[in-house]
């Protein structure tokens, strides 16, 4: 087998693992899930509508890394939000700049920054353990599922 498809093998997998995570994490979290559109590589859940969208994006953020997923901010001029991440694949979470950013003048010049009006919880990416939700997720079936997979890609790497 070529070094392309070699490559071409590690990233298929390395996608199907991450949209797995991610059908792991909405299933346990259908109030993200119903909102949530996805694209070729990525999701996007609007919450612009909501009521108080900053209190939705800080439990989201704190389930996902409760879960183990890492979650950044992102901001333009226009729409504010989270990233979490799944591997490659990562779910926006969005809403309009000022519901979910306060504007903050930093010194005596005026310099605009945007900060979240909620906190990003830090995760220790290191322990790999998630919350009691992936409990539900059946180790023994994926892990299976997993080694016919491989199987599969070694007879074709053969």
């Not at 226009?78 to 979490?84: F, K, P, S």
Request: glycine share 6%; with cysteine.
């Amino acid at each position: 087998m070529n070094e392309h498809v070699t490559n071409l093998l590690a990233k298929t997998t390395e996608l199907a693992d991450s949209w797995r995570n991610v059908a792991a994490f909405l299933v346990s979290h259908p109030e993200i899930a119903e909102r949530t559109n996805p694209h070729s590589d990525y999701l996007l859940c609007s919450v612009n509508s909501m009521d108080d969208p900053a209190a939705f994006m800080a439990e989201a953020a704190k389930a996902a890394a409760g879960w183990g997923h890492r979650v950044e901010e992102y901001r333009d001029d226009r729409w504010g939000g989270i990233n979490i991440w799944f591997g490659p694949i990562h779910l926006q979470i969005y809403a309009e700049v000022g519901k979910v950013f306060a504007r903050r003048v930093v010194g005596l010049v005026e310099k605009v920054e945007y900060v979240p009006i909620f906190d990003l919880p830090q995760v220790d990416a290191s322990t790999g353990d998630g919350p009691a939700e992936l409990d539900a997720f059946d180790e023994a079936q994926y892990a299976a599922e997993k080694a016919d997979y491989d199987d599969e890609i070694a007879e074709l790497s053969a």
